[in-house]
């Protein structure tokens, strides 16, 4: 959601620090009419967002015929009164000679040819449902329609109401009775203070019943001024539940599966007007902040992180579990502040870490912007940290 992130994840607040290896992720299965395909020899990948799979076991389960060009790169499968066509590399394709536009082309991947499974499945009349939590897709018979209308004009409603900062359209595609309506002051004031452009990039629908649905969206946003937020890729599930006469879907609840950060256009590039002394007092609370964190000292921790961030008491949390489970070392290797506005900044900064004792780590190399303001006594303290970018450490 545009105004939902900073409340349901709030990032541990020097996310330079990265003390929580991901778990290995499982394999993607797909299962078609709950019959699990056969992908052992050519596994599915994810390109831009979309799940890849090799074009024979998928075309064959649904029961298509298929013919190769080799020579062009065309794939042509077949059934009565069904004919698709796509090529390599082209984001075109055909059903029934009417042409549509593919999220990702068809590629070569170790000499198999892999398709868009979403558009596959959709031309040949089934529902594609993405789960999340068990990294699987799967393939059957259509959802019913009205219901599946009803929900994509919900989200159509929440991206034009997001957008034009409509917020008592926002908040009528709230559930009352929900955890969200209690934070509708929290979202006007985000609303006044951030601007930023959202889009829906996927929404699979991953259960619908008569009174509720759980759909998986992935949204982006793109910041277009006000105060500094980096843009995001985030991908959620949604709880809906119809309204009371149930002619409508309303969002009930939202929880945060993944989320990638990244910085607005020509962000780093541009010189922001920062007063010396500001700048160089927001460089110093960022090397405190290292400092204290090297040296195991929580309360130095705390001292330079803004005790009104909703971030507070769960970096408080992390740092004393990171200090009980690892001995690391962080070096701050840059940083310059990319956004200046009076009592509030950004900060973008690379750090490395490095195991010294403690659990498996992978020593690492991370990308950051923080967000900085000024506090009543004129000291500026971390806000809220985003991470760009982590990247392994290479001997």
Same mark, same amino acid.
């Given at each position: 959601?545009?105004?939902?992130?900073?409340?349901?994840?709030?990032?541990?607040?020097?996310?330079?620090?990265?003390?929580?290896?991901?778990?290995?992720?499982?394999?993607?299965?797909?299962?078609?009419?709950?019959?699990?395909?056969?992908?052992?020899? /050519?596994?599915?990948?994810?390109?831009?967002?979309?799940? %890849?799979?090799?074009?024979?076991?998928?075309?064959?389960?649904?029961?298509?015929?298929?013919?190769?060009?080799?020579?062009?790169?065309?794939?042509?499968?077949?059934?009565?009164?069904?004919?698709?066509?796509?090529?390599?590399?082209?984001?075109?394709?055909?059903?029934?000679? $009417?042409?549509?536009?593919?999220?990702?082309?068809?590629?070569? !991947?170790?000499?198999?040819?892999?398709?868009?499974?979403?558009?596959?499945?959709? &031309?040949?009349?089934?529902?594609?449902?993405?789960? &999340?939590?068990?990294?699987?897709?799967?393939?059957?018979?259509?959802?019913? *329609?009205?219901?599946?209308?009803?929900?994509?004009?919900?989200?159509?409603? #929440?991206?034009?109401?997001?957008?034009?900062?409509? #917020?008592?359209?926002?908040?009528?595609?709230?559930?009352?009775?929900?955890?969200?309506?209690?934070?509708?002051?929290?979202?006007?004031?985000?609303?006044?203070?951030?601007?930023?452009?959202?889009?829906?990039?996927?929404?699979?629908? @991953?259960? @619908?019943?008569?009174?509720?649905?759980? !759909?998986?969206?992935?949204?982006?946003?793109?910041?277009?001024?006000?105060?500094?937020?980096?843009?995001?890729?985030?991908?959620?599930?949604? /709880? %809906?539940?119809?309204?009371?006469?149930?002619?409508?879907?309303?969002? *009930?609840?939202?929880?945060?599966?993944?989320?990638?950060?990244?910085?607005?256009?020509?962000?780093?590039?541009?010189?922001?007007?920062?007063?010396?002394?500001?700048?160089?007092?927001?460089?110093? !609370?960022?090397?405190?902040?290292? =400092?204290?964190?090297?040296?195991?000292?929580?309360?130095? !921790? %705390?001292?330079?992180? =803004?005790? *009104?961030?909703?971030?507070?008491? %769960?970096?408080?949390?992390? #740092?004393?579990?990171?200090?009980? /489970?690892?001995?690391?070392?962080?070096?701050?290797? /840059?940083?310059?502040?990319? #956004?200046?506005? =009076?009592?509030?900044?950004?900060?973008?900064?690379?750090? $490395?870490?490095?195991?010294?004792?403690?659990?498996?780590?992978?020593?690492?190399? $991370?990308?950051?912007?923080?967000?900085?303001?000024?506090?009543?006594?004129?000291?500026?303290?971390?806000?809220?940290?985003?991470?760009?970018?982590?990247?392994?450490?290479?001997?």
């Amino acid at each position: 959601m545009k105004f939902v992130p900073g409340f349901l994840a709030a990032v541990a607040i020097s996310g330079v620090i990265c003390v929580s290896a991901a778990a290995a992720e499982q394999p993607i299965t797909v299962t078609v009419d709950q019959q699990k395909l056969n992908l052992s020899s /050519s596994a599915p990948v994810k390109d831009q967002g979309s799940i %890849l799979v090799p074009m024979r076991p998928i075309f064959e389960k649904l029961g298509l015929t298929l013919v190769w060009d080799s020579k062009t790169g065309t794939i042509t499968a077949s059934r009565e009164s069904l004919t698709i066509t796509l090529q390599l590399g082209s984001k075109k394709a055909t059903v029934n000679g $009417t042409v549509k536009q593919l999220a990702t082309a068809p590629k070569m !991947v170790n000499n198999v040819t892999y398709v868009p499974l979403r558009f596959v499945g959709e &031309a040949t009349g089934k529902s594609v449902v993405w789960n &999340a939590k068990a990294n699987s897709v799967e393939i059957k018979s259509s959802l019913n *329609s009205t219901d599946d209308k009803g929900i994509s004009e919900l989200f159509n409603q #929440y991206v034009s109401y997001s957008n034009k900062e409509d #917020y008592e359209g926002f908040i009528s595609l709230i559930d009352p009775k929900s955890p969200l309506a209690a934070a509708a002051t929290a979202f006007k004031d985000q609303m006044a203070a951030y601007d930023v452009t959202t889009a829906i990039a996927r929404m699979d629908i @991953i259960d @619908i019943q008569e009174k509720e649905a759980t !759909v998986d969206v992935v949204e982006t946003t793109e910041r277009t001024g006000g105060a500094f937020t980096p843009n995001s890729t985030a991908e959620y599930i949604y /709880s %809906l539940t119809k309204n009371a006469s149930g002619s409508n879907w309303l969002i *009930s609840n939202v929880q945060i599966q993944a989320v990638q950060y990244s910085l607005p256009a020509g962000a780093l590039e541009a010189k922001a007007t920062v007063p010396a002394a500001d700048e160089e007092q927001i460089k110093a !609370v960022l090397q405190a902040n290292t =400092d204290y964190t090297n040296k195991e000292d929580l309360t130095g !921790v %705390l001292s330079t992180i =803004d005790e *009104s961030s909703p971030a507070y008491k %769960l970096s408080e949390q992390t #740092y004393k579990q990171l200090f009980n /489970s690892y001995d690391l070392q962080s070096s701050l290797e /840059s940083s310059k502040v990319i #956004y200046f506005n =009076d009592n509030e900044a950004a900060i973008y900064a690379v750090m $490395t870490t490095k195991k010294l004792k403690g659990p498996q780590f992978t020593d690492n190399r $991370t990308e950051t912007v923080t967000t900085v303001k000024k506090s009543a006594d004129g000291k500026w303290k971390l806000v809220q940290t985003y991470n760009l970018s982590t990247k392994p450490l290479t001997n």
